[in-house]
């Protein structure tokens, strides 16, 4: 039996630090015949315990990262083509991307770019391998009540960069919630897909341990309340941190056996230097439970 669990363990490494090189080579070969090589397998086995272990064939696991990352850069950059979204994703034309996009999506990569809908993208984008890991890294665990300084930011997300300066600032001046002696959270009040962009609210906050003294930021006080939450942790950019939400709810929340809690869900920010890469930051996403 320990034979067995051994060889299931590196079975499950070495598919893992495939998937891995994916995501880090996507403008690379991604053959079959490329992969199966790295992955010291035969093309047949391969391409048939990929399909097993993932959920998907090894192709079209492959175009789903590549239109995952072109739907991001389609959304973050007004300035980056179709054009080059196209060839960058691997599609020999714009029509060809347009329609591979839209049947992933809904939407046409233009209509995605005015006005991105992660939420569909959250629902459509079902590969068993992440659900499964999603699954697998969910942790119940005890949130102790925290006192935190907040900024309260309403109108569009697209402006929260500039809350966040401002907040930066009181906590450069106040001297209250020194970074990195005190954690960092942030409150969405709504949902940002779903709320017009002058009403979306969300509050930036960060930890301390004495009264908010009287300051020109309008910074007050809140308490995170303490109790059992679900939690789950976000790699990469939290400009996409709802690729990590929706499954929680879509797919683990059901067979959980769970209740949820009358409060908004909350960040734990883990990552707060600027000098750490986008696609190495880390969040974690807590989830009141009842």
């Known amino acids: 039996m320990l034979v067995h669990a051994d060889a299931a363990t590196a079975y499950t490494k070495r ?9 880090v080579n996507l403008e690379g070969d ?15 086995h391969f391409h048939r315990q990929f399909a097993a272990y993932v959920g998907v064939p090894v192709a079209r696991y492959v175009q789903l990262m590549r239109l995952r990352r072109a739907a991001h850069r389609l959304a973050s950059h007004e300035a980056y083509p179709v054009l080059d979204a196209a060839f960058d994703a691997g599609f020999d034309s714009p029509e060809a991307f347009s329609r591979a996009f839209k049947r992933s999506f809904g939407m046409t990569p233009s209509a995605f770019r005015q006005q991105p809908n992660w939420q569909v993208w959250g629902a459509t984008f079902v590969v068993p391998y992440l659900s499964r890991k999603m699954n697998m890294q969910v942790q119940i665990v005890d949130f102790v009540e925290t006192r935190v300084a907040a900024l309260g930011h309403h109108g569009p997300i697209g402006l929260i960069n500039e809350s966040v300066r401002k907040f930066i600032d009181w906590r450069k001046q106040s001297g209250q919630s020194p970074l ?31 009264p908010v003294r009287p300051n020109a930021w ?25 690729e ?27 990552s707060i230097s600027p000098e750490t890469p986008q696609e190495q930051w880390q969040t974690d996403i807590y989830i009141p439970l009842a």
Request: charge should be negative; charged fraction near 25%; proline fraction near 7%.
């Open 15 to 23: 598919f893992d630090a495939i998937l891995a090189y994916i995501d």
């Open 30 to 44: 991604l053959s079959v015949d490329a992969l199966s090589r790295i992955a010291h397998f035969s093309k047949f």
């Open 180 to 210: 990195p002696a005190s954690r960092t959270f942030g409150i969405p009040r709504s949902n940002p897909d779903t709320t017009p962009g002058d009403e979306f609210r969300f509050d930036i906050c960060g930890e301390i341990e004495e």
């Open 218 to 242: 309008n910074v007050h006080e809140l308490v995170i309340p303490g109790g059992r939450c679900a939690v789950v942790r976000h790699t990469g950019s939290t400009d996409h941190v709802g």
């Open 244 to 270: 990590t939400i929706y499954p929680i709810y879509r797919d683990w929340l059901p067979g959980s056996g769970e209740e949820l809690r009358d409060h908004p869900l909350f960040f734990h920010y883990l």
